[in-house]
């Protein structure tokens, strides 16, 4: 809504939208019935829509099955040039767009569209995945200078959710997302609002549209003994996120980090410290906690090797040099990290790293991981006092 809310508010010629409206598995008709009834917003103040469909779009019955006003332009699987309708007297601007036919494009898709319009701004749609992203299949592949040599002045990109922009003579923009959907969309999220002045020239404006904003919190925890007391810091970490946040409101994944003797209760008692964080956050106001990470470690008093903690420092050194230290363990672990992995959607896969060595650097550190949430479950907490 933020972004036709945008294109109103600045009478713009057109919105242009270079594909996957939907997520291929998206089925909510109440999705597509709000999708109409923004564009229908559009056709009302006179402002035209262009469309191409992305792979996800081309999975999705639902984009198939819409009904768009007149002044919806949706392009399909041949390329197609569309002149905008504009006042006379005013230079001519011309769409070029094509679609998706299936979720799948391994080839360059570049050569299938028609040339520039001569005497026209020829302004281009396409769903790539440009030279390759993390993180992101290889779709319609290409590169900036491919891009360039094609001719035309302004090239709107899709499929890739980071934003990048080569402005120039030939301009080229992969805006992102209008709205982030999780941590790993992290930042604000915005779309570009494009004006071609008299002389052609193209100017490109970032205008943030994200109503939420997802962000890693980095919290240090380091000599912090009282439970309260790092509640507290928790909130004071949150409230600094918050503050000239561009969005509207702040999701915020929090990473604990430092040495404390609170280590192992708060591996142990995470739930209670994700709850009383909620707490604070809901007093910040347009705040929320995704989740609670924890990567402390005990300080010099709890790794002590005389005191009621020495059985479980004498446990952990035991486990780290005569269990997770030998290769038929790791071997083992590796095999149920490769049993979980094949169980998993292919973009999820990605969690557990993209070559050899990535992969066995995440199984290390789930080994290091369990190990430590095993100990704090073992830790007796006589010390702990309360929350």
């Not at 491919?146 to 990109?157: K, N, P, R, S, T």
């Not at 490109?204 to 507290?232: H, K, M, N, Y």
């Not at 591996?267 to 989740?291: M, P, Y």
């Amino acid at each position: 809504m933020r972004v036709v809310d945008l294109c109103l508010a600045e009478e713009v010629d057109a919105l242009i939208l270079a594909g996957d409206l939907y997520d291929g598995t998206q089925t909510s008709m109440k999705t597509a019935r709000f999708l109409a009834e923004q564009v229908r917003r559009l056709h009302e103040a006179g402002i035209a829509t262009f469309v191409i469909r992305g792979n996800h779009d081309a999975m999705s019955q639902i984009t198939r099955e819409l009904v768009f006003p007149e002044s919806v332009t949706v392009f399909g699987g041949r390329a197609g040039a569309i002149e905008i309708d504009r006042p006379a007297g005013t230079f001519p601007v011309t769409i070029h767009g094509l679609s998706f036919r299936d979720r799948h494009a391994p080839e360059s898709l570049l050569d299938k569209y028609r040339p520039p319009v001569a005497g026209a701004v020829n302004i281009g749609l396409l769903h790539t995945s440009l030279a390759g992203a993390p993180g992101h299949d290889n779709y319609a592949p290409c590169s900036v200078a491919d891009l360039q040599a094609a001719g035309f002045d302004y090239w709107a990109l899709g499929h890739i959710h980071k934003r990048s922009v080569v402005e120039g003579q030939r301009a080229v923009v992969m805006p992102g997302m209008p709205q982030g959907r999780d941590i790993n969309e992290a930042g604000p999220k915005s779309v570009s609002l494009v004006t071609v002045a008299d002389d052609r020239t193209i100017t490109i404006e970032e205008r943030v549209t994200s109503v939420a904003q997802f962000e890693r919190v980095p919290f240090d925890v380091s000599g912090i003994e009282d439970w309260a007391e790092l509640v507290r810091a928790g909130e004071a970490a949150l409230a600094e996120a918050r503050h000239g946040l561009a969005s509207d409101h702040l999701v915020a994944r929090l990473k604990l980090t430092g040495a404390t003797p609170l280590s192992w209760r708060l591996r142990r008692d995470i739930d209670l410290l994700k709850t009383d964080l909620d707490e604070r956050a809901a007093a910040i106001g347009a705040c929320w906690v995704e989740s609670v990470e924890i990567e402390t470690r005990p300080d010099g008093a709890a790794t002590a090797t005389a005191g009621p903690e020495a059985p479980l420092i004498e446990l952990r050194r035991l486990i780290a040099e005569e269990v997770a230290g030998s290769a038929a363990f790791r071997m083992e672990a590796s095999r149920i990290v490769n049993d979980l992995a094949a169980r998993l959607p292919p973009e999820s896969r990605r969690l557990f790293g993209t070559d050899e060595a990535a992969f066995e650097a995440a199984v290390a550190a789930l080994i290091d991981e369990g190990t430590e949430d095993a100990l704090a479950r073992l830790h007796a907490g006589a010390d702990d006092g309360e929350a």
